[in-house]
């Protein structure tokens, strides 16, 4: 049975219970995070809690709690379920009102759930025991503010499932101009000629933290060449390599996009130099 954290209490999930008139229930308004923990090591933790309370701040959700105040939760958390490989949800949202309507109620206190669940083991470093993905593209047609990393994620499913009902692993996302913005779950790169290319972080786009250390651990070896930069789908299906990134994936190659092979179909060497040099640094995150 997992524990569960809701409104400062510890309990079991099955015991975890929010008001139908909690605006994150009804809105999906709120904000959440996916901290992986490998053995009880928490991975890039206080850039995840930055970005949770800048959404926060983004869309007027008050809470206060300090980056030690959270951390001391979450490692609670975490040793409550074993300190195992896990996935530590945690879910904001603005909270329960008296009544439903759209504009922000006033004195109400924000919802705080987290709560644990099993992960695999941090992703193999070596290409003969990576299976590569298959994806699809289609057209973004999610809300216009992808940098905030709201609840309200029907658009991502929506993606996600046409993708995963064809078959597919994921499927990455392109723009009115025919540029790639990420995928419906991730963030995405391209390689060509030993050079990574991302696209640049806007409104389209989410900062993924995996994609922030990813792109800080690269520029501090060297070694590897990134440029951030709008990229087309034309780039795309030309590319040598194709990545995506998320918590939960590491960095993930890509081997076949639309039923094609991406390069000559095997995972690529820049992928590999990649994931070795971000699998001995992510824990200082």
């Known amino acids: 049975m997992s524990i569960a954290f809701l409104n400062d209490e510890f309990m079991p999930v099955e015991q975890a219970r929010i008001s139908p008139l909690d605006r994150g229930f ?10 992986p923990s ?15 309370q800048q959404g926060l701040a983004a869309i007027g959700i008050k809470h ?44 109400i206190a924000p919802t705080v759930f987290m709560f644990c669940y099993e992960i695999p083991p941090s992703p193999t470093t070596d290409a003969s025991k990576t299976k590569g993905l298959r994806v699809n593209t289609q057209q973004d047609l999610r809300w216009q503010r992808c940098n905030i990393k709201s609840t309200s994620l029907l658009g991502n499913v929506m993606h ?4 995963y009902a064809d078959g597919y692993n ?3 996302l392109f ?7 990420e995928a419906s779950s991730c963030n995405a790169y391209i390689v060509k000629d030993g050079v990574v290319f991302t696209p640049p972080l806007d409104n389209q786009i989410l900062p993924g933290i995996t994609r922030y250390m ?20 034309d780039e795309v299906k ?33 992928w590999e130099k990649a994931i070795k040099l971000y699998s001995q640094h992510k824990f200082n995150y």
């Open 26 to 35: 009804l809105f999906g308004d709120g904000i959440y995070e996916v901290v």
């Open 170 to 172: 994921e499927s990455l």
């Open 160 to 163: 996600f499932q046409q993708g």
């Open 38 to 52: 490998y053995a009880g090591r928490l991975v890039g933790f206080a850039p995840h809690i930055k970005r949770m």
């Open 175 to 181: 723009n009115r101009n025919n540029h790639l913005t």
């Open 214 to 233: 990813l792109l800080d651990i690269l520029a501090n070896d060297g070694s590897i060449k990134v440029e951030q930069r709008v990229v087309s789908m």
């Open 64 to 107: 206060e709690w300090s980056l030690q105040q959270w951390r001391d939760r979450v490692d609670t958390l975490v040793q409550r379920n074993g300190s195992g490989n896990l996935g530590v949800y945690i879910h904001v949202s603005r909270g329960a009102d008296t009544k439903r309507f759209h504009a922000f109620p006033d004195n």
């Open 238 to 270: 030309a590319a040598d390599e194709i990545w995506l990134s998320s918590s939960s994936k590491d960095i993930a190659p890509v081997i076949e996009l639309d039923g094609q092979p991406v390069g000559n179909g095997n995972i690529g060497p820049v």
